[in-house]
């Protein structure tokens, strides 16, 4: 079961909005100031075409007819160029905008408790930092220029209408009675539908994305049929969200075109019967008829983009609910003290099933022990919480009398560390790989601690051969690392992290024997001085540790040293008479 991550609220969004602009404010004014400068000149035309025809009706000279047509194709031109230069700010603007909110996903992205994303399943994640930040993109850049110029062209309008004839400005009033209740009706049902589809859309991604992150499993177990019915399934959801949105649209649509065409007959039958009862002339008709007309087109092209500003704030609320909201700030101050204290740890991966059921356990510093027992019985979920990386959802495990999955990320390396067999190289330079922990003394590494630091994880010689040294870029596309290698990059990092505390998880279980060997001295080396709590696939680890403590069924069963174990003939004894 998965629990998709939170999506900000409306309130939120509008708040992000008003904050952007806030930051932007030259911009944003810049860019706004165009805008209502392409629109006021552009108020310009209709007068003169009003003037106009008065002065045909009236009778004026041919010099003026031709002087009056000049300057209305002055003010074409004139508008057309503050508008382009507009348009240039709004995408500007939008640029810098998105920017910004890319850079603060990523960031929000990292300090997310991994338990968290995991939990939500990776591809909500990459959805939300792909799909719904490029309908964020193309909305910020396209849709909210075209929307604002059609906002002040309405609003400089409606004014200068108003100004022009007060009377005949009435006409605008039609619109409201079929405008305002679509509106509502539109703006109460539409969030939740677009919200729902984007969520469906994530679905295929995510669907999309674990099949090809597990194309190998899929193949050997020939889940090929399976996964394919899954991602038809996610598809058939996203295209019945498409359709619910657009059964709304077509319901919406037409009444919002009826509503900007309705004004204008308004106005043509308003203008007829003022015009006989002398209440006003032809050219003031000319004039309000054209602004009535001037509106269409921005209108027009607002409600094109219309649907997009709509999916992109559905999508801004799904980046920007990219937070690590909800968890109590973090604790940065070193904990005094490297003991570790489990009491009565319960957790559950869902609500309804709990997997460890009351942990206590006392790991004092410098021990060694081994976690064994059956599969599925809870180790690795105990490590894991062990390490900081969930935070149990009854009971407390403390290092120094701080608990664990309160420490910020930083102090957290330094304490507790869970090694595993999933290691990542990332695309960058080795230097780049090696220095994903920060130097708690602030700054950089230095070249010394980096190459000190392989090679105590015994990959100084690899290093030493590679074209750039610390400078040359791994991962794919560049220089590839072996899967050996890359767990010695691993225990570097954990040199370079310097945590008293190691949580080891079959850090060397996929290895071949012989890498395997050579990794495990560097290892050694690497836990010399630590304490280290390892879970045990094979019992002979289990043999050398202080302690060893048996986990069946989420309880802690057995706890003492093997020698004691093997001679209580309980637990332990049965898992190693049954592995020999
Ligand atoms: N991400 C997860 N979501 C839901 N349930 C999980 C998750 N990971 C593990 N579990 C369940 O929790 C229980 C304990 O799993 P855990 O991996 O901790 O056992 P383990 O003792 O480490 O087993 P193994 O030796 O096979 O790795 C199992 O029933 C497992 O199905």
Same mark, same amino acid.
């Given at each position: 079961?998965?629990?998709?991550?939170?999506?900000?609220?409306?309130?939120?969004?509008?708040?992000?909005?008003?904050?952007?602009?806030?930051?932007?404010?030259?911009?944003?004014?810049?860019?706004?100031?165009?805008?209502?400068?392409?629109?006021?000149?552009?108020?310009?035309?209709?007068?003169?075409?009003?003037?106009?025809?008065?002065?045909?009706?009236?009778?004026?000279?041919?010099?003026?007819?031709?002087?009056?047509?000049?300057?209305?194709?002055?003010?074409?031109?004139?508008?057309?160029?503050?508008?382009?230069?507009?348009?240039?700010?709004?995408?500007?603007?939008?640029?810098?905008?998105?920017?910004?909110?890319?850079?603060?996903?990523?960031?929000?992205?990292?300090?997310?408790?991994?338990?968290?994303?995991?939990?939500?399943?990776?591809?909500?994640?990459?959805?939300?930092?792909?799909?719904?930040?490029?309908?964020?993109?193309?909305?910020?850049?396209?849709?909210?220029?075209?929307?604002?110029?059609?906002?002040?062209?309405?609003?400089?309008?409606?004014?200068?209408?108003?100004?022009?004839?007060?009377?005949?400005?009435?006409?605008?009033?039609?619109?409201?009675?079929?405008?305002?209740?679509?509106?509502?009706?539109?703006?109460?049902?539409?969030?939740?539908?677009?919200?729902?589809?984007?969520?469906?859309?994530?679905?295929?991604?995510?669907?999309?994305?674990?099949?090809?992150?597990?194309?190998?499993?899929?193949?050997?177990?020939?889940?090929?049929?399976?996964?394919?019915?899954?991602?038809?399934?996610?598809?058939?959801?996203?295209?019945?969200?498409?359709?619910?949105?657009? /059964?709304?649209?077509?319901?919406? !649509?037409?009444? %919002? +075109?009826?509503?900007? *065409?309705?004004?204008? =007959? @308004?106005?043509?039958? &308003?203008?007829?019967?003022?015009?006989?009862?002398?209440?006003?002339?032809?050219?003031?008709?000319?004039?309000?008829?054209?602004?009535?007309?001037?509106?269409? /087109?921005?209108?027009?092209?607002? !409600?094109?983009? %219309? +649907?997009?500003?709509? *999916?992109?704030?559905? =999508? @801004?609320?799904?980046? &920007?609910?990219?937070?690590?909201?909800?968890?109590?700030?973090?604790?940065?101050?070193?904990?005094?003290?490297?003991?570790?204290?489990?009491?009565?740890?319960?957790?559950?991966?869902?609500?309804?099933?709990?997997? %460890?059921?009351?942990?206590?356990?006392?790991?004092?510093?410098?021990?060694?022990?081994?976690?064994?027992?059956?599969?599925?019985?809870?180790?690795?979920?105990?490590?894991?919480?062990?390490?900081?990386?969930?935070?149990?959802?009854?009971?407390?495990?403390?290092?120094?009398?701080?608990?664990?999955?309160?420490?910020?990320?930083?102090?957290?390396?330094?304490?507790?560390?869970?090694?595993?067999?999933?290691?990542?190289?990332?695309?960058?330079?080795?230097?780049?790989?090696?220095?994903?922990?920060?130097?708690?003394?602030?700054?950089?590494?230095?070249?010394?601690?980096?190459?000190?630091?392989?090679?105590?994880?015994?990959?100084?010689?690899?290093?030493?051969?590679?074209?750039?040294?610390?400078?040359?870029?791994?991962?794919?596309?560049?220089?590839?690392?072996?899967?050996?290698?890359?767990?010695?990059?691993?225990?570097?990092?954990?040199?370079?992290?310097?945590?008293?505390?190691?949580?080891?998880?079959?850090?060397?279980?996929?290895?071949?024997?012989?890498?395997?060997?050579?990794?495990?001295?560097?290892?050694?080396?690497?836990?010399?001085?630590?304490?280290?709590?390892?879970?045990?696939?094979?019992?002979?680890?289990?043999?050398?540790?202080?302690?060893?403590?048996?986990?069946?069924?989420?309880?802690?069963?057995?706890?003492?040293?093997?020698?004691?174990?093997?001679?209580?003939?309980?637990?332990?004894?049965?898992?190693?008479?049954?592995?020999?």
């Amino acid at each position: 079961m998965t629990t998709r991550l939170p999506l900000a609220s409306r309130r939120e969004v509008r708040r992000w909005a008003l904050h952007t602009a806030a930051a932007h404010r030259r911009e944003f004014s810049v860019m706004l100031g165009l805008f209502c400068l392409a629109t006021l000149i552009g108020l310009a035309g209709p007068q003169l075409l009003g003037r106009l025809v008065d002065g045909v009706v009236e009778g004026t000279t041919s010099a003026r007819v031709d002087l009056l047509a000049a300057a209305f194709v002055l003010v074409l031109v004139l508008q057309a160029l503050a508008k382009k230069a507009a348009r240039f700010r709004g995408r500007m603007f939008g640029e810098r905008v998105l920017a910004q909110t890319r850079e603060q996903l990523v960031t929000n992205a990292l300090d997310l408790p991994l338990g968290r994303v995991e939990a939500a399943g990776t591809g909500d994640l990459l959805s939300r930092a792909t799909t719904d930040l490029s309908r964020l993109d193309h909305a910020v850049r396209f849709a909210a220029p075209e929307i604002l110029i059609a906002v002040v062209t309405v609003v400089l309008t409606s004014i200068a209408m108003i100004a022009t004839s007060p009377l005949l400005a009435l006409a605008l009033l039609v619109a409201l009675p079929l405008l305002v209740p679509v509106n509502v009706w539109y703006q109460r049902k539409i969030p939740s539908v677009l919200a729902w589809m984007l969520d469906r859309w994530g679905d295929v991604q995510s669907a999309t994305h674990e099949t090809v992150e597990g194309a190998r499993t899929v193949e050997a177990l020939g889940l090929a049929d399976r996964r394919i019915r899954t991602g038809r399934r996610a598809l058939d959801q996203a295209i019945l969200g498409e359709r619910r949105q657009r /059964a709304l649209q077509l319901r919406w !649509l037409p009444s %919002l +075109e009826i509503s900007y *065409v309705l004004p204008i =007959a @308004a106005l043509l039958l &308003l203008g007829m019967f003022a015009y006989s009862r002398g209440w006003a002339d032809l050219g003031t008709i000319t004039t309000m008829l054209a602004y009535a007309q001037a509106m269409t /087109a921005p209108l027009n092209e607002a !409600l094109f983009w %219309l +649907e997009d500003l709509q *999916v992109a704030l559905a =999508a @801004a609320r799904r980046v &920007l609910g990219v937070h690590p909201t909800g968890s109590d700030p973090k604790v940065t101050a070193v904990p005094r003290g490297r003991d570790i204290e489990v009491r009565d740890v319960r957790f559950g991966y869902t609500a309804d099933r709990e997997v %460890l059921h009351g942990i206590d356990l006392t790991v004092p510093r410098g021990e060694r022990l081994a976690i064994v027992g059956p599969s599925g019985a809870g180790k690795s979920t105990l490590g894991r919480l062990l390490a900081g990386i969930s935070a149990p959802t009854g009971g407390s495990i403390r290092v120094g009398g701080t608990e664990v999955s309160t420490l910020a990320d930083d102090v957290l390396r330094g304490e507790v560390l869970l090694l595993t067999q999933e290691h990542h190289t990332f695309s960058g330079t080795l230097r780049e790989n090696l220095a994903l922990p920060a130097r708690r003394t602030g700054g950089d590494w230095t070249d010394e601690e980096l190459l000190s630091a392989l090679a105590s994880a015994g990959a100084a010689e690899w290093a030493a051969g590679l074209p750039d040294g610390l400078d040359t870029r791994l991962g794919s596309g560049a220089y590839a690392v072996p899967a050996g290698l890359a767990q010695q990059l691993a225990l570097a990092r954990v040199v370079l992290a310097d945590p008293h505390t190691l949580v080891l998880d079959e850090a060397t279980s996929l290895l071949d024997t012989g890498s395997a060997r050579e990794l495990e001295r560097s290892l050694n080396a690497v836990l010399e001085g630590r304490t280290v709590i390892a879970i045990a696939h094979r019992l002979h680890t289990a043999a050398a540790a202080d302690r060893v403590a048996v986990v069946e069924g989420g309880r802690i069963t057995e706890l003492g040293s093997h020698q004691q174990l093997l001679a209580a003939e309980g637990p332990y004894a049965r898992l190693v008479a049954a592995a020999s």
